[in-house]
């Protein structure tokens, strides 16, 4: 079992930065790939960005390249999501989750998840 609590959440204006984190407890977090979802009022959840367990490669949706970063330190449990350039489209209900096979955008590939954090970007 892994528990996933996420953080950092907030209200930003367009243009602006905020670093997401996802601390983990339980079960070896380093064995698990993890991924950041998000969902916004009326729509379904949606991949973000995801990162493997043991090379460190990255995934991430084609809006956020260049401007979203996924990054994880096996020795504290964490994984972080550093979002820059915000805009008003990125506002959601923000998700980690943990999955023991590397389907990056497979919601289905991950079996734990975080209760969430919101991200509100104003224009």
């Known amino acids: 079992q892994v528990q996933l609590v996420e953080s950092g959440g907030g209200l930003v204006q367009a243009g602006g930065s905020l670093r997401l984190s996802c601390a983990a407890s339980?079960?070896?977090?380093?064995?698990?790939?993890m991924g950041w979802f998000r969902q916004a009022p009326g729509k379904e959840r949606e991949f973000v960005a995801a990162i493997s367990w043991s090379d460190g490669n990255t995934y991430y949706k084609d809006s956020v390249k260049g401007r979203f970063t996924v990054s994880r330190d096996n020795a504290k449990n964490t994984v972080y999501l550093q979002m820059n350039s915000l805009k008003p489209e990125d506002t959601a209900v923000y998700y980690c989750?943990?999955?023991?096979?590397?389907?990056?955008?497979?919601?289905?590939?991950?079996?734990?998840w975080g209760q969430g954090t919101q991200v509100t970007v104003s224009s």
């Open positions: 339980g079960r070896t977090f380093s064995s698990y790939a």
């Open positions: 989750a943990a999955g023991g096979r590397f389907f990056p955008e497979l919601i289905g590939a991950y079996d734990y």
